[in-house]
């Protein structure tokens, strides 16, 4: 089993900007659908940024232009850069780890991503 830890949330302010960092306790090789998910107090939690099984990336609309998502296989960490932050991307951001290969998923604790207008 392989536990993800998310790290690099904090406060900051409009216009900022944040790296979001996921470390997972073994090999993330095999996780070729990770991904960053957020969910905001009252919302459901949304897919925010993720591998594709093509091996390209996905983004949600909302963070298109700004986001960019991106994995160091041999460090075992997905990072999330995030830049040119709304008070709108406030919430708890969740990482994903995700296999095609063998099914498995596993979801980190989140991290708290709080911007201030």
């Known amino acids: 089993q392989v536990q993800p830890v998310e790290s690099g949330g904090g406060l900051v302010q409009a216009g900022g900007s944040l790296r979001l960092s996921c470390a997972a306790s073994g090999s993330i090789f095999r996780f070729n659908l990770a991904g960053w998910y957020r969910q905001a107090p009252g919302k459901q939690r949304e897919l925010v940024a993720a591998?594709?099984?093509?091996?390209?990336?996905s983004y949600s609309d909302s963070v298109k232009g700004r986001f960019t998502i991106s994995r160091d296989n041999a460090k075992n960490t997905v990072y999330l850069q995030m830049n040119s932050l709304k008070p709108e991307d406030t919430a708890v951001y969740y990482c994903n780890l995700r296999s095609a290969y063998t099914a498995e998923a596993y979801w980190g604790q989140g991290t708290q991503v709080a911007v201030s207008s």
């Open positions: 591998f594709t099984s093509g091996g390209s990336t």
